[in-house]
């Protein structure tokens, strides 16, 4: 696999990213359309993720949770908008709560994947582009708390450890 | 590039924000900060320590550009900048290191097993986890 391409537009809050696979169009689209091989990718090894629900059709949706290293369990859900196998899918992404309901008061994120043969191989582009201004900010701030928070663990973590030893 | 050498100018800023996280009060002071504007007396008051020591402690916060300060009559106020730092560009840089931890995830459950493997029945009990 290689990441030949990474194209950001902060104008239009867009991040599109490119990779090259050595396998047939088919086959990479599996890994969208399976659910059992969605989940072996789709979630971190810390927050691996498990899709209760997936419709990839005009219309159809999604369900999926996080779980996380403490057992907790983020909440998602997509909203597919067109879906060409095994070509094209575009989807919205959103948060839910921890019932799978679709949580209106958080941004969602619009997501576009295409994958095209090459002589050897694929190539799949997703590009991922939030609605506004707003739901970055909202976003952003959000990220910026877990990662202040994780950073402050970390912290802890080293003066805690230089407490012991020191 | 998600790994690049960091400018001197960037250095320095990053040795101010550890500096200024490196205290827990003023983490503290941070975390109070973000989404709701806080005076300086008020947070003296969430702390053992003096009106003095806690404006200090939010001079240092301001120089990292982890807070920024306002004026309201007698009073300053002190609000929390984080999500300001970088806005736009780090939500997309941390959407594109996001998207390349997945698409090497991604590469290596394309590349694990031949074909007839690789279709695994879709029954919970035979659910794939991370190795």
């Given amino acids: ?166 | 590039m998600v790994v690049d050498q960091l400018p001197a100018k960037d250095a320095r800023r990053t040795d101010r924000l550890f500096h200024a996280l490196a205290d827990a009060t003023r983490r503290d002071i941070v975390t109070e900060t973000l989404g709701r504007e806080r005076s300086v007396s008020e947070l003296a008051r969430l702390y053992p320590m003096s009106f003095a020591a806690v404006q200090k402690h939010v001079a240092v916060l301001a120089d990292a550009g982890l807070v920024s300060k306002h004026r309201r009559g007698r009073e300053q106020l002190v609000r929390g900048e984080l999500g300001r730092v970088h806005d736009v560009h780090r939500l997309l840089d941390r959407l594109e290191v996001e998207w390349r931890d997945r698409l090497d995830r991604f590469g290596a459950v394309l590349t694990d097993g031949p074909d007839d493997e690789i279709r695994i029945p879709s029954d919970p009990k035979s659910r794939r986890r991370y190795p």
Wanted: aromatic fraction near 8%.
């Fill in chain 1, 1 to 166: 696999m290689t990441v030949n391409a990474v194209d950001k537009d902060p104008a239009t809050r867009m991040m599109r990213i490119t990779a090259e696979f050595d396998a047939p169009v088919e086959r990479v689209w599996q890994l969208w359309s399976d659910p059992r091989l969605l989940e072996r990718w789709w979630g971190p090894p810390t927050y691996p993720a498990t899709f209760d629900e997936l419709h990839l059709k005009p219309g159809g949706n999604a369900a999926y949770h996080m779980t996380g290293p403490d057992g907790d369990q983020p909440h998602g859900w997509w909203k597919v908008l067109v879906v060409d196998p095994p070509r094209r899918l575009e989807l919205e992404d959103g948060f839910a709560d921890a019932k799978g309901v679709p949580n209106p008061d958080m941004p969602t994120m619009h997501m576009r994947v295409d994958i095209t043969a090459l002589d050897a191989g694929s190539r799949m582009s997703i590009t991922t582009t939030f609605p506004s201004a707003e739901a970055m900010e909202q976003l952003v701030s959000m990220g910026m708390e877990e990662g202040m928070a994780l950073a402050i663990g970390q912290i802890d973590d080293i003066l805690a450890e230089l407490a012991t030893t020191g």
